[in-house]
């Protein structure tokens, strides 16, 4: 799973895919309808690559947490998160990520991870067997590395 393309930009609603560079500026597209603007460089963007959640032991990359709430709960997140109690994206963030530090991870933050991981996932950007086949080449690599 590749976020490196996928950006979130401070101020502006959802996330965009970076569709090509230019001098001083990004072209990207939005997730939600698809309209293409330009990204200047005194926007504050971050690649979803880049994002991390705390947790009580190392940080976890946001492809991780999405791997954990694929693993947890499916294709489609199991609650309505845009009107769930803080007590209830808690209870969910836990459910997914057991480990999550719970006073730096805010409500408003897991509501934007189940937000983006819906988003991502309905759009087709996340692709959970890229990791798999990554560990079956490697594996067959190796084996066929021992045989010689």
Same mark, same amino acid.
């Given at each position: 799973?590749?976020?490196? /393309?996928?950006?979130?930009?401070?101020?502006?609603?959802?996330?965009?895919?970076?569709?090509?560079? !230019?001098?001083?500026?990004?072209?990207?597209?939005?997730?939600? *309808?698809?309209?293409? !603007?330009? =990204?200047? !460089?005194? *926007?504050? @963007?971050? #690649?979803?690559?880049?994002?991390?959640?705390? #947790?009580?032991? *190392?940080?976890?990359?946001?492809?991780?947490?999405?791997? @954990?709430?694929?693993?947890?709960?499916?294709?489609?997140?199991?609650?309505?998160?845009? /009107?769930? #109690?803080?007590?209830?994206?808690?209870?969910?963030?836990?459910?997914?990520?057991?480990?999550?530090?719970?006073? =730096?991870?805010?409500?408003?933050? @897991?509501?934007?991870?189940?937000?983006?991981?819906?988003?991502?996932?309905?759009?087709?950007?996340?692709?959970?067997?890229?990791?798999?086949? /990554?560990?079956?080449?490697?594996?067959?690599?190796?084996?066929?590395?021992? /045989?010689?």
């Amino acid at each position: 799973m590749d976020l490196s /393309k996928i950006v979130s930009i401070s101020g502006k609603p959802g996330l965009y895919v970076v569709k090509s560079q !230019a001098i001083g500026r990004l072209i990207v597209e939005s997730v939600l *309808d698809g309209k293409c !603007a330009p =990204a200047f !460089a005194r *926007d504050r @963007m971050s #690649s979803l690559e880049e994002i991390s959640i705390f #947790s009580t032991d *190392d940080d976890r990359p946001l492809k991780e947490v999405f791997m @954990m709430i694929h693993d947890k709960m499916g294709d489609k997140v199991d609650f309505d998160f845009k /009107k769930a #109690s803080n007590e209830e994206l808690r209870e969910k963030f836990a459910f997914v990520m057991p480990d999550y530090d719970e006073e =730096a991870v805010y409500p408003s933050d @897991m509501k934007k991870v189940f937000a983006w991981y819906q988003m991502l996932n309905d759009k087709g950007l996340l692709d959970f067997t890229v990791e798999e086949e /990554k560990s079956d080449a490697e594996t067959s690599a190796e084996a066929s590395t021992e /045989k010689e």
